[in-house]
């Protein structure tokens, strides 16, 4: 039995600052089987950035949520960080990176 959230196809939101997509590809053997998610964000400057990430079936749902997670971050701080730059604002530094400025 397969679920829902792997075997159906789902067309991004129009419109949104965020917005997600689901591509099942099936093969023969069960290891073969994958779904791709294509992951949007907007910036600013309302150009579109992406990325994806393709999981197997045999994967458990919190795992693959767990994937999703990371890219959606990592998507996040990405277009976070165009933003601030064409804003001209510079990004902060992180605290390992204050720590070294400060012992210099």
């Known amino acids: 039995m397969s679920a829902r959230h792997l075997t159906e196809r789902r067309e991004p939101a ?8 689901r591509i099942p590809a099936a093969g023969d053997g069960e290891f073969e089987r994958f ?3 294509h992951l949007f964000r907007r910036s ?3 150009r579109l950035h992406g990325t994806q990430v393709s ?4 994967l458990t749902r ?3 949520a767990v994937l999703l997670r990371e ?10 960080d165009l933003d601030l ?7 902060a530094l992180g605290p390992v990176q204050e720590a070294e400025t400060c012992s210099s």
Do not use: M, S
């Open 62 to 64: 919190a795992q693959i």
């Open 71 to 80: 890219a959606r971050n990592g998507l996040r701080d990405y277009v976070d």
């Open 55 to 58: 999981a197997g079936h045999h």
């Open 35 to 37: 779904t791709t998610w």
């Open 44 to 46: 600013e400057t309302r």
């Open 14 to 21: 129009k419109g949104r600052r965020f917005a997600w997509g």
């Open 85 to 91: 730059r064409h804003l001209g604002v510079l990004p």
